[in-house]
């Protein structure tokens, strides 16, 4: 993700998370962090037909991942496209050298869970009222590190 890929993925973030979606500013902070020898963050965008279908983020702090965001637009839904970000997530999260990786997920959003769990993800506690306005609970979920051997595989491009 750069910085010119800050307005369309407003633009899906609104779509998708209208009662908690990120500012620009959020996503501006984010991005001073992925940059450079000491970068702590990567954040990544999906394209088709010249359109951002996905876009995801993770942070990495002191051997500790935390999946900021990700998210895929609802005509990605079920092509593997969330499985793909994921994986990329991963993937940076061992080129940071992290032992875990935590995120957040809405306790109503049941898809996206099973999407963790099979990426071997366990849920290790929640956070009351953590999605606001709406009150929301978080479901905090907890990947230790894998070999590739034991990632799961996933198809497409």
Known sequence: MRWWDIAP???LERELFPEDAWSAGMFWSE???ARGDFATRRYLVAEREARIVGYAGLAAIDGTG???TIATARDQ???GLGARLLTELLGAATDFECHEV???VRVDNLRAQRLYERFGFEPIGFRRGYYQPGNVDALVMRRTTQTSSEAPSVQGT
């Open 9 to 11: 993925v407003l633009e």
């Open 66 to 68: 935390d999946v900021q």
């Open 77 to 79: 839904w079920g092509t």
């Open 102 to 104: 935590l995120l957040e």
């Open 31 to 33: 991005l001073a962090h």
